[in-house]
């Protein structure tokens, strides 16, 4: 190997190292200075025997630039090598690719969340008639006019939601994509927006909150317009206000990646803050079993990293340890007793309403459940896959 010749990719720096990668697959990584200095010979046509020397002469070490090439290679940074092409999957195609930066560069403008933080403060000192009461949900005697509503209601706003995210990193040149994902038993909805580490950091965080201000905005025009309504559309709005704040209280788990998660790792400017407290979890754990020879992780982490590390390894612990053991009370008990009286319902013996109603019931749970399998074993699948190619 001699030459190379790199796809176009886009770096910044951060701190003492660069924020490097190829926007069109969402692929980046952290390098030092002479991790950047290096991939910039490489793209003037030197060949790693040359960047090598030169970087010697430089900086008066030696470094690795055959397995330097060996890791860009893994990360799909290279296009050619000695000029034959370097097989590769096409880049995954964007949601909503018609969309253009240009269309949604308002979005950055810094009077969308002075507007937002007016219209919650008009809100609060309106204090329309939105009880936080389970009632409010109740808003008519139909139940199945409350599940239509919840129903479609829900969808439009997880819809809007994952579309803000996804419209503000487009307007930093970001392509985002939606998909389903997993989140311990949840099965959620997420945009990856990966990319976004090259924007500045109002940029990012405007990112990362446009979720949860589009869920402000949506329950503050609806508690405004029930508070100028009487009536049946009155209970509506009151109940769409509530809904739409429902979601909210779920961003507040930052152990599973919430939209909080990421204005935290950014706050505490950690690299990968996840990562790092789950290796520091198994570390502390195989310790505390007396299992363990190798050093700490975290102490090959910036003090600043170190520190945070550490707090969140707890706020994971504490927080997964609930929500499985939530699981393993309460929603995996409920729902095995739903199905298994499904089940048991379903014969030619049974009167027709019975039937559908117990049919329902198998479909709908048996479909989310065989749904998340799915979601996270292709989630599974290509993590490994990603650490397979990574360089080590």
């Not at 979601?375 to 699948?381: D, E, K, P, V, Y």
């Amino acid at each position: 190997m001699t030459h190379v010749r790199l796809h176009a990719l886009d770096s910044r720096p951060d701190g003492e190292e660069w924020i490097v990668g190829r926007m069109a697959t969402g692929r980046f990584v952290a390098l030092p200075e002479v991790g950047k200095q290096a991939l910039d010979l490489l793209a003037q046509g030197l060949s790693a025997a040359e960047v090598g020397e030169r970087l010697r002469v430089e900086t008066g070490d030696e470094i690795d630039v055959p397995d330097f090439v060996e890791a860009l290679l893994g990360l799909g940074f290279v296009a050619e090598v000695d000029g034959r092409a370097v097989p590769q999957p096409a880049p995954p195609k964007p949601t909503l690719a018609g969309i253009r930066p240009r269309h949604v560069r308002w979005a950055l403008s810094p009077v969308v969340p002075a507007l937002v933080g007016l219209l919650i403060a008009v809100t609060l000192l309106a204090r329309p008639p939105v009880p936080l009461s389970y009632r409010t949900l109740l808003w008519s005697p139909h139940g199945s006019a409350v599940i239509a509503l919840g129903a479609g209601v829900g969808w439009s706003l997880l819809f809007l939601h994952e579309c803000a995210h996804l419209m503000t990193a487009r307007a930093t040149g970001v392509p985002g994509r939606m998909r389903l994902g997993t989140r311990l038993q949840f099965l959620v909805v997420q945009t990856d927006i990966s990319g976004i580490e090259l924007a500045p950091r109002r940029h990012r965080l405007t990112a990362y909150l446009a979720g949860i201000a589009t869920n402000l905005t949506v329950s503050c025009l609806a508690a405004l317009g029930a508070g100028a309504a009487d009536g049946t559309a009155r209970r509506i709005l009151a109940a769409v206000a509530l809904l739409a704040l429902l979601p909210l209280p779920f961003q507040l788990m930052v152990f599973m990646r919430t939209d909080l998660y990421f204005v935290l790792q950014d706050v505490t400017r950690c690299r990968d803050l996840y990562g790092d407290g789950v290796a520091y979890t198994k570390y502390a754990a195989r310790r505390l079993l007396r299992r363990t020879g190798e050093s700490d992780p975290s102490l090959g982490l910036p003090r600043h990293e170190r520190r945070a590390v550490r707090a969140y390894s707890v706020v994971l612990v504490v927080g997964t340890t609930l929500c499985l053991a939530f699981l393993a009370t309460v929603t995996l008990p409920a729902d095995i007793t739903l199905f298994a009286r499904a089940v048991t319902r379903l014969g030619p013996g049974e009167p027709v309403a019975r039937n559908l109603d117990a049919a329902a019931v198998v479909v709908a749970l048996g479909g989310i459940h065989l749904l998340w399998a799915r979601t996270w074993w292709r989630g599974r699948r290509e993590r490994r896959i990603s650490r397979g190619t990574s360089p080590r």
